[in-house]
């Protein structure tokens, strides 16, 4: 039975795998997605290449060295101080047993549910010399003006820095704790056993351990810091995407907006590089079958002081500050602010925010499959180029999607006016449908890593068996990998609906005259000084944002504790 079963799996598995019959329409849907996704990218290369108005020589002689500069120096910043937070704690939380380490082993999670441009509004309320701080400080000491003391500038570059960090450090955190977790307590013990001390056991073993995973943090938080609008315009630092934003918006230059759009995804392409690039050349193995698992050593006296202290301070000051505050002015306006407005805001957001995690979660479990169905290079390359749109900040995908978008109306208008004498005036540009493009390019790379993640685990013996009952591809689909998949297909839409709410840049720049959500609103009423009208709208962000935090906790834990 063995011998005749053989030959029948060996072709039902080719089927299942490169030969199925239906794998070239897989492709050619694999191929359409890309090539959607990929038009935004397009777009702003075509545009900053052939612009109307080529006005890249006075960019560069007058803003884009202060653009440049600026962007530099803020990612540096965020990058240097985001790693000293991120190493050090996932440091601690792994390596050792202190008071509260259990706790701070998710609460350090905990500074992601807040967007970098709500914390920025919440420390500027607080810290700025009208603000309950230096007016404490002014009753205190019996200070009248502002030349009676030094008080540190919230809103500069140094002020943006330490803001993103606050909220970025959980990306290395998160996979550098990941990483430590996963080492054999043995190359500790070797290392403790020949002398080393703590310091010297981290940079000579630790450090080289998670270069890799530090390497894929670090490259997420440079790109979020570098995708930022809404904080670096409140603080007035000049980057490039605030240089984008004014070059389009307020000169009116859709070529030169494309200029800088294009050296933004240089600059997003260049990072993605390196990080992969320190993957490759920096591979660790466990030798020998059996591992030791890591015994977190025991830490007493200052040394436990500090570390709790450490953890505590970057959950106070990333979270539980920004919270409270928040919850305060919620509570103490919400008469103000609980109203019909709120709702429509609300209901726009969660409109948003729904349509673009269902569509995302089909579009990527179905692209995942077809990598399953047709797992060819050229597929597989396909897939790659789909999520290209995740490197792209906002921004730059607004301008990838209104070009073609205006391109593609003025033609039907065009066709329409020539043939009907009618004008058809906007049917895409400016519409929600445009925004949802912006997102779906944007975020249709977490989408395809959770399904591909969950198809990973499916083991392709149940594709096998059912073709062996007649089944076909998207029959098999439909019936054995999407109840399977249903985890994985949630998770990812969460995490969707959570980053659309949040998003801010792309929103801003596309949204219909007159819609608003809570994201926008949050911005427009915190430029114009008036936080407390609009916590209750940024303390939602933040609540959902927990939501991603409680996930990635439970499935990074899962394998670890």
């Excluded at 500790?188 to 000579?204: E, I, K, Q």
């Excluded at 200052?302 to 919850?327: D, E, Q, R």
Aim: charged share 10%.
């Amino acid at each position: 039975m063995e011998a005749v079963s053989a030959p029948v799996i060996r072709e039902l598995s080719k089927h299942a795998t490169t030969g199925a019959p239906d794998a070239r329409r897989w492709r050619y849907f694999s191929a359409i997605v890309a090539l959607i996704a990929v038009i935004p990218l397009l777009a702003v290369i075509y545009v900053a290449f052939f612009p109307t108005e080529n006005i890249w020589p006075h960019l560069w002689s007058t803003v884009l060295p202060r653009y440049l500069k600026a962007t530099f120096f803020l990612m540096l910043g965020v990058g240097l101080l985001a790693t000293f937070f991120g190493v050090t704690s996932a440091w601690l939380v792994a390596f050792y047993r202190f008071p509260g380490r259990k706790l701070f082993s998710w609460a350090l999670l905990l500074p992601f549910a807040v967007p970098a441009y709500v914390i920025a509004y919440v420390y500027t309320d607080l810290l700025e010399y009208s603000g309950p701080v230096q007016a404490l400080l002014r009753e205190w000491f019996g200070w009248r003006t502002p030349r009676d003391y030094w008080f540190p500038q919230i809103r500069s570059l140094g002020g943006a820095i330490i803001m993103f960090s606050l909220v970025l450090y959980p990306y290395i955190y998160l996979t550098c704790r990941a990483a430590l977790m996963e080492q054999s307590d043995s190359l500790l013990m070797a290392s403790r056993s020949l002398g080393a001390g703590a310091l010297r056991t981290f940079y000579r073993i630790v450090l080289p351990i998670i270069r890799p995973a530090l390497a894929v943090g670090l490259a997420l938080v440079l790109m979020e810091t570098l995708n930022d609008f809404g904080a670096v315009s409140f603080f007035a630092v000049q980057t490039l995407t605030a240089g984008l934003y004014d070059t389009w918006l307020n000169l009116g230059n859709v070529g030169g907006a494309a200029q800088i759009a294009a050296l933004m995804v240089g600059i997003s392409l260049a990072l993605l590089y390196l990080e992969r690039a320190s993957r490759h050349k920096s591979k660790s193995y466990q030798s020998g079958g059996r591992t030791r698992p890591l015994t977190p050593a025991q830490l007493t006296g200052k040394s436990a002081y500090i570390a709790s202290t450490f953890c505590f301070l970057l959950v106070f000051f990333g979270f539980l500050v920004p919270a409270s505050v928040l919850g305060y002015y919620s509570i103490e306006y919400f008469d103000v602010t609980w109203n019909a407005e709120f709702f429509r805001l609300a209901m726009n957001s969660l409109q948003l925010a729904t349509i673009a995690a269902g569509l995302l979660v089909v579009v990527g479990a179905l692209l995942a499959y077809s990598q399953r169905i047709a797992p060819s290079a050229l597929n597989k390359s396909m897939a790659r180029l789909a999520s290209v749109g995740y490197a792209m900040p906002g921004a730059v995908l607004a301008i990838g999607v209104i070009v073609p978008l205006g391109a593609l109306d003025n033609g039907i208008d065009g066709v329409a006016r020539d043939y009907f004498n009618i004008s058809t005036g906007l049917i895409f540009s400016g519409t929600i449908a445009a925004i949802i493009y912006a997102y779906s390019a944007r975020f249709l790379a977490i989408s395809l890593g959770s399904a591909e993640s969950g198809l990973g685990r499916i083991t392709p013996s149940m594709d096998q068996a059912a073709r062996t009952l007649g089944h076909g591809s998207l029959s098999i689909l439909t019936k054995v990998h999407l109840p399977l998949l249903s985890r994985s297909m949630l998770t990812a839409a969460i995490i969707v609906f959570v980053d659309v709410l949040k998003e801010l840049p792309a929103t801003l720049i596309l949204r219909p005259f007159n819609f608003e959500t809570l994201a926008t609103y949050l911005y427009q009423y915190a430029s114009d000084e008036l936080l407390e009208h609009s916590a209750l709208a940024a303390m939602f962000i933040v609540a959902t944002g927990i939501i991603p935090v409680i996930l990635l906790n439970r499935a990074s834990t899962a394998k670890q504790y």
